[in-house]
């Protein structure tokens, strides 16, 4: 995957990109344990760690269909092929009953620290926040205060032309970020 930067950013964010197209290759247990672990390792306000997850490897058919079937359609028609579905949660407040004003902020970090992980061991992660919300609550039973933030596929990267178009293209394109000047600003925003 094509990833131009204009400053020497580190290889491990140069190689971190989103594929549709997966690998059968199976992800093991430990690997995926390693990079659930990983994200556990991202800072949280009060050290709260309010991050949660649910995950099924695809040998788990019932567990894995029952993630895959909370995702949108066009989301399942690549994702079905991943070797492992997560759902990433967020515990929204504090024991004491107070709102968790950054709680979304830190499952964020949680989630780009397991991406660097996943990364550093080969794997790549996909974030999806096309699924159904109430079916996500339904088919998880989700107690309030625990909300569905977003779906990752993870495993290892296949080959583009098994994807249908215009995803088939899309996976090969070089990938595109902002310039620095468009969303970082020296002293003050600008007017
Ligand atoms: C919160 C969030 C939601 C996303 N939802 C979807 C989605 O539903 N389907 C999809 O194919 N990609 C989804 N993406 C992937 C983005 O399109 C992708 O990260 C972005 O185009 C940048 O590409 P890169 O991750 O390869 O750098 C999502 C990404 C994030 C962070």
């Known amino acids: 995957m094509e990833t131009t930067t204009t400053y020497p950013v580190h290889e491990l964010i140069r190689q971190r990109w989103s594929p549709r197209a997966f690998s059968a290759q199976p992800v093991a247990p430990e690997a995926l344990e390693q990079v659930l672990e990983a994200a556990s390792?991202?800072?949280?306000?009060?050290?709260?760690?309010?991050?949660?997850?649910?995950?099924?490897?695809?040998?788990?058919?019932?567990?894995?269909?029952?993630?895959?079937?909370?995702?949108?359609?066009?989301?399942?028609?690549?994702?079905?092929?991943?070797?492992?579905?997560?759902?990433s949660l967020v515990k929204t407040h504090y024991d004491n009953g107070n709102l968790n004003r950054t709680a979304m902020h830190d499952v964020g970090s949680a989630n780009a620290t397991m991406f660097l992980e996943a990364t550093a061991l080969g794997l790549h992660g996909h974030i999806m926040g096309g699924f159904d919300m109430d079916r996500t609550r339904e088919t998880f039973n989700l107690p309030?205060?625990?909300?569905?933030?977003?779906?990752?596929?993870?495993?290892?990267?296949?080959?583009a032309e098994q994807l249908e178009e215009p995803f088939r293209s899309?996976?090969?394109?070089?990938?595109?970020?902002?310039?620095?000047?468009?969303f970082a600003f020296q002293n003050q925003f600008p007017d």
């Open 170 to 182: 899309r996976e090969t394109a070089p990938r595109k970020r902002k310039p620095l000047a468009e």
């Open 144 to 159: 309030e205060g625990l909300e569905p933030v977003v779906f990752i596929a993870l495993g290892y990267v296949g080959a």
């Open 41 to 87: 390792w991202a800072a949280s306000a009060m050290n709260e760690q309010p991050w949660r997850y649910i995950y099924a490897h695809k040998s788990d058919t019932e567990a894995f269909n029952r993630l895959l079937s909370c995702l949108l359609p066009g989301n399942q028609g690549w994702a079905k092929h991943a070797p492992v579905l997560v759902l």
